[in-house]
């Protein structure tokens, strides 16, 4: 006991630490909402639809009544808010990605994306700006790290446009965009996609200024 304090620091001056720590936890907490960043916009890319699918529900792994068997599926999921944490009401999110063979439902890419996958979804935000897509984890093609895109829509008016990665994928490193976002930015739009209850899941919270 009376273990010498480490790091050769007086007691007294850990235990105010002990006792400051929490209360500048709580500060960091409280500091004004608009310093919330931005999520960061990224290109569009070449292969939003050119036509939405008939079918472009939450729901990519069911297309019309085909259902898509490949790759790994996952939950993805997140919230919209405004620079204050709000939820940003009556917004919508889309996704669009290519199929597990790396092809995207385009002319651009020959149209040869598999007819089972959605490759295109959008859903309304809940009352909490909640959002949720059953997709696959996203998969590498020609020259790019795996990536989902991302459109948030208020109305007809187009609030961002970004591209979500997959944390921890070698890919990420190599790929021209990724590589060149400053570090706070790949820190927005890179997470996990990690197992859980219910399988695969990843988790993206949306910032926007509306
Ligand atoms: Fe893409």
Known sequence: MNATPEHGLPRRTVAA????????????RAQPAAARLATPSQTEGPFYPVRLPQDSDN??????????RRGQPAWVDGTVTDLDG??????????????ENGHYHHPGDGDRADAAFQGF???AVGEDGSWRFRT??????????????????????ELLTTQLYVAGDPGNARDFLWRNLP????????????????GLQARFPIVVAA
């Open 17 to 28: 630490a002990l006792v400051a720590a929490p209360a500048l936890w709580l500060g960091a």
């Open 59 to 68: 729901d990519l792994l069911r297309n019309g009544t085909l259902n898509y």
């Open 86 to 99: 709000k939820p940003l009401r009556g917004a919508q999110v889309e996704i669009w990605q290519c199929d």
């Open 121 to 123: 979804g959008r859903v």
């Open 136 to 157: 696959i984890r996203p998969v590498a093609y020609s020259g790019r790290t795996p990536h989902i895109h991302v459109k948030v829509k208020l109305g007809t008016r």
């Open 183 to 198: 570090q706070a930015a790949k820190d927005a739009v890179t997470v996990p996609f990690e197992r859980g209850p219910d």
